[in-house]
T-cell receptor
Framework: NAGVMQNPRHLVRRRGQEARLRCSPM?????VYWYRQLPEEGLKFMVY????????ESGMPKERFSAEFPKEGPSILRIQQVVRGDSAAYFC?????????FGPGTRLTVL | AQTVTQSQPEMSVQEAETVTLSCTYD???????LFWYKQPPSRQMILVIR??????QNATENRFSVNFQKAAKSFSLKISDSQLGDAAMYFC???????????FGTGTRLQVFP
């Protein structure tokens, strides 16, 4: 059973561009979580999704950020009009309903 | 709101020795979960150990054990017989039984010297 997969592992964007981060959960997992880790900090919860539903988005910035987990395909975290402050590692975790298993993360660098 | 505090930004230990990493948390809930995650240089988050608040017995996983003091809201991690591969960032995390999101501390960087 492959682990949680995230791609790309590294993403470089210029200010104002869009960033799309993908997360494929472990087989059989219907819960997906996104976390952000700023340099030298712990992970901060962003959003929790189940298939086609956003369950908790209390950690998502109100503007420019969106997430989806469609019926088919990976979960997508989308950041529009990126700014330098969006530079961080973005981690996805999946769960069958209890323990969360983390992916390797995507490091986003905004130039 | 729940918070998790790790007051030791860095710790070091000699190989084969024992080290304890501290974690305190604040919550008004009585039922919750606590976790320790390891993040090596690869940045992969690896679950080390978990504790359910309603269980009085301290969790143990091989060389890793916790000292869970519910009244004091303390959840320290003890690593025995430290190995070079234990060098990493260690994060303490809290999860309410009612929600699924994890709340992390700021981490402790552990160095292991030969």
């Amino acid at each position: 059973n492959a682990g949680v997969m995230q791609n790309p592992r590294h993403l470089v964007r210029r200010r104002g561009q869009e960033a799309r981060l993908r997360c494929s959960p472990m087989k059989g997992h219907s819960h997906v979580y996104w976390y952000r880790q700023l340099p030298e900090e712990g992970l901060k919860f962003m959003v929790y999704l189940q298939k086609e539903n956003i369950i908790d988005e209390s950690g998502m910035p109100k503007e420019r950020f969106s997430a989806e987990f469609p019926k088919e395909g990976p979960s997508i975290l989308r950041i529009q009009q990126v700014v330098r402050g969006d530079s961080a590692a973005y981690f996805c975790a999946s769960s069958p309903g209890d323990e969360q298993f983390f992916g390797p993360g995507t490091r986003l660098t905004v130039l | 709101a729940q918070t998790v505090t790790q007051s030791q930004p860095e710790m070091s230990v000699q190989e084969a020795e024992t080290v304890t990493l501290s974690c305190t948390y604040d919550t008004s809930e009585s039922d919750y979960y606590l976790f320790w995650y390891k993040q090596p240089p690869s940045r992969q988050m690896i679950l080390v150990i978990r504790q359910e608040a309603y269980k009085q017995q301290n969790a143990t996983e091989n060389r890793f054990s916790v000292n869970f003091q519910k009244a004091a809201k303390s959840f320290s991690l003890k690593i025995s017989d430290s190995q070079l591969g234990d060098a990493a960032m260690y994060f303490c995390a809290y999860r309410s039984r009612d929600t699924d999101k994890l709340i992390f501390g700021t981490g402790t960087r552990l160095q292991v010297f030969p």
